[in-house]
């Protein structure tokens, strides 16, 4: 993980208000593993902020991984259009 990286927790922090799967920024990285958290609303408006550990989080990707579990044989799975048409 890095810096500016969108992470979700990966656990509830009652006493910050943060609940498992809250979505935030890493705005500091402190030393390997340990990162300054931001969370935002959608408003951009920061409601909480808090210094965790990588093992607190996963990062999040909003784009395909090329390096997975089928390496480059990924099967094919044509786009199902039929299934999303309602009437």
């Given at each position: 993980m890095k810096l500016l990286d969108v992470v979700a927790l990966l656990?509830?922090?009652p006493?910050?208000?943060l609940s498992r799967g809250q979505v935030g920024t890493i705005v500091e990285e402190y030393e390997p593993n340990i990162f300054e958290v931001e969370f935002s609303d959608l408003e951009?408006?920061?409601?909480?902020?808090d210094t965790l550990l990588e093992?607190?989080?996963?990062?999040?990707?909003?784009?395909?991984?090329v390096e997975n579990a089928y390496g480059n044989n990924m099967p094919q799975i044509p786009p199902d259009y039929q299934s999303r048409i309602t009437l």
């Amino acid at each position: 993980m890095k810096l500016l990286d969108v992470v979700a927790l990966l656990e509830d922090l009652p006493e910050l208000g943060l609940s498992r799967g809250q979505v935030g920024t890493i705005v500091e990285e402190y030393e390997p593993n340990i990162f300054e958290v931001e969370f935002s609303d959608l408003e951009g408006r920061a409601y909480a902020l808090d210094t965790l550990l990588e093992d607190q989080l996963i990062k999040l990707f909003y784009h395909p991984i090329v390096e997975n579990a089928y390496g480059n044989n990924m099967p094919q799975i044509p786009p199902d259009y039929q299934s999303r048409i309602t009437l």
